[in-house]
């Protein structure tokens, strides 16, 4: 058998949830309980009065502030509970954030490496292909085009490829810290540029010249 038993924080915090929920449903139902009571005993200490019967309306009276007194207990109560239920559903939340936020993180970090490694080989493929290139144009002047876009690959995606992989982990960073969206936002999922609308009628209008008379 095991020495320490395995925590589960998030099992944790909803098993508290769950429990001060039963709470506030025992109160809210006591509460309604002890209200309908002070109906009853308000209401039978005001006939007790009407008809002088002193020790009817001594025990109205004393059922009454027993009641009121439980009904102020209870609510009292619940709005201790409610307090600490608006508390754990906030950890909840933050611990839902955060675990959404590392799996963020951890995702943008995979996106980089994969971005290094394909990147890698893209770069050592063009490398070779320029090669070939460059040994095709004085023989075939039409390899000369893509001889210069292998020249430009070679220049630039390298240095790009480092950029972007910076500015990922720059951004996996603001994710974790809170100052980026919790969630990635899907290629699949961009929005379409809105539709040009069609120019507005001018607010005048032309209107002819009448000839001048001559």
Not at 126 to 143: C, F, N
């Amino acid at each position: 058998m095991a020495l320490f038993k395995s925590s589960n924080p998030e099992k944790t915090v909803q098993r508290d949830i769950d429990a001060a929920t039963k709470t506030r449903e025992r109160l809210s139902a006591q509460i309604v309980e002890f209200e309908q009571a002070i109906t009853r005993h308000a209401a039978a200490a005001k006939q007790a009065a009407l008809t002088g019967d002193d020790a009817d309306l001594d025990r109205a009276e004393a059922a009454l502030r027993a009641a009121q007194d439980r009904s102020a207990t209870l609510k009292a109560a619940l709005s201790e509970v409610d307090e600490q239920l608006a508390g754990l559903e906030r950890n909840k939340a933050e611990m839902l954030d955060r675990k959404v936020r590392t799996e963020t993180a951890a995702e943008i970090e995979l996106l980089a490496r994969k971005l290094t490694e394909v990147g890698a080989v893209f770069n050592s493929t063009t490398a070779r292909l320029s090669e070939h290139t460059r040994h095709a144009v004085p023989i075939v002047y039409d390899a000369l085009g893509l001889d210069n876009f292998m020249a430009i690959c070679r220049a630039d995606v390298p240095a790009t490829l480092e950029l972007v992989s910076k500015l990922l982990r720059a951004h996996a960073d603001a994710v974790l810290d809170g100052r980026a969206p919790a969630k990635l936002p899907r290629p699949d999922k961009a929005s379409a540029p809105a539709a040009a609308q069609p120019p507005k009628e001018p607010h005048f209008k032309y209107q002819p010249i009448k000839a001048m008379a001559q």
